[in-house]
């Protein structure tokens, strides 16, 4: 099973370090590691020098999306294994995944559990991250629950399903899998197999407000065009996650916002 491994990254260059040597200290090699440098003006250029067996390319400031799907467009193998540049993996974990697909031939992509570390120290994952493994589709709607560290996956799905929607700002992890796993099988390696760290500077996650505004995109587009198995689901999901973003936009004087939502909870409600 040949892997290559994708790091987007931008100003990252010291977490960039420790996520590399969490690569390289992989049981399981990889066939090749892909940094893309997202427009960084740190010493981030310099990687090579640490890393001389990476592949780095520098693409102008364009986004995370943009950054890993230039990656997957430059890989040479089949099988694919993101990792963020601020996370790390465990020593074993690309051999979890081997040892999982070489079982499961017809499973093409598969997720492990996490730890998160703030300040050194492991922190609980809130319930609602809690992995259950046993419907992808269901268990991501409410919020993405597959972190693109924890991921691999063969190219193919790509092919059948697209790349990350470079239009999202974020949630585009949750755009994909759900894509994915509305008609995929996909399988949860049930191992802390990945560190997430809190707290640091220019983390997505934490960028923005009303993350819902971006989830609802998603969810729209699925909804355009889902069978009958699906969009009661999502129907369901949408309402949930207007009625947040009214109240939202309620209590925060956003007039426009909260008559958009409200149209939208009417035509959801008919529907």
Not at 53 to 69: D, M, T
Not at 91 to 105: I, P, R, W, Y
Not at 134 to 155: G, V, W
Request: glycine share 2%; net charge positive.
């Amino acid at each position: 099973m040949n892997i290559s491994v994708i790091i987007p990254t931008y100003n990252r260059y010291t977490f960039l370090k420790r996520a590399l040597e969490s690569v390289y200290a992989q049981t399981y090699p990889p066939k090749e590691v892909i940094v893309v440098d997202d427009g960084s003006d740190d010493a981030t250029q310099t990687i090579q020098k640490d890393f001389p067996h990476i592949l780095y390319i520098y693409q102008e400031n364009s986004g995370v999306s943009a950054a890993r799907n230039r990656g997957v467009s430059m890989a040479k193998y089949e099988w694919i294994a993101f990792l963020d540049s601020d996370d790390s993996w465990q020593e074993n974990k690309l051999q979890e995944h081997v040892d999982f697909h070489k079982n499961n031939s017809k499973i093409l992509m598969s997720y492990t559990d996490e730890i998160w570390i703030r300040n050194h120290q492991e922190i609980q994952i809130p319930k609602k991250f809690k992995k259950i493994g046993k419907n992808a589709f269901l268990e991501n709607l409410a919020y993405c629950n597959i972190a693109p560290s924890s991921a691999c996956l063969h190219k193919s799905l790509f092919e059948k399903y697209g790349l990350f929607d470079t239009s999202l700002e974020v949630c585009e992890d949750y755009d994909l899998w759900l894509r994915i796993t509305r008609n995929e099988k996909i399988a949860l390696i049930d191992k802390k197999l990945i560190k997430k760290y809190a707290g640091h500077e220019n983390q997505l996650s934490f960028k923005y407000w009303g993350m819902d505004r971006f989830r609802v995109q998603t969810l729209e587009k699925l909804l355009r065009d889902a069978s009958p198995l699906h969009k009661r689901d999502i129907i369901a999901m949408l309402l949930n996650k207007y009625k947040l973003l009214a109240k939202g936009a309620f209590k925060y004087d956003k007039k426009q916002e909260l008559t958009l939502y409200q149209k939208r909870i009417e035509i959801l409600e008919a529907m």
